[in-house]
């Protein structure tokens, strides 16, 4: 089993934003945006670099703040250096935690099952940026 721990940066605002939306209403059902998120080691937006994520999430709920989280994390360091996660999964952003599946992987992660929990550190309801905490746990065939 291999457990990786790190930051998400999600930003919305400013002139270099990772997220943009591509389909549907603006912070509604059916919203759908792009990523390219840094993910580090720390908390700090400064905080080096381990990898990024990139996707696609949706907000696919009438009901609550339900997400359906595509996404794969691409890391750029260390020994996790050219390999990638995937999830595939529903994220109730709301929840203090969510768990959300791995579903594969590639490089050092080929065929690897896991989960993800998920913890938002910050959210900046007047821009959208947000820092969220990932500890991920997969096992290796």
């Known amino acids: ?76 360091e260390g020994r996790f250096n050219g390999s990638a996660l995937s999830i595939l999964g529903r994220n109730r952003v709301l929840d203090p935690v969510r768990e959300m599946p791995v579903i594969g992987g590639s490089g050092i992660f080929r065929f690897v099952r896991g989960y993800a929990l998920v913890r938002t550190i910050t959210y900046n309801q007047k821009t959208g940026d947000a820092v969220v905490e990932y500890n991920v746990f997969v096992m290796h065939p």
């Open 1 to 76: 089993m291999t457990h990786l721990h790190f930051y998400f940066h999600d930003i919305v605002s400013g002139k270099k934003p990772t997220v943009i939306r591509i389909a549907g209403p603006k912070n509604a059902f059916g919203t759908t945006v792009m990523t390219d998120d840094p993910l580090t080691k720390g908390l700090e937006p400064s905080s080096k670099v381990v990898g990024r994520a990139q996707g696609i999430y949706a907000l696919a709920s009438q009901h609550d703040y339900g997400l359906l989280m595509l996404m794969n994390f691409s890391f750029v």
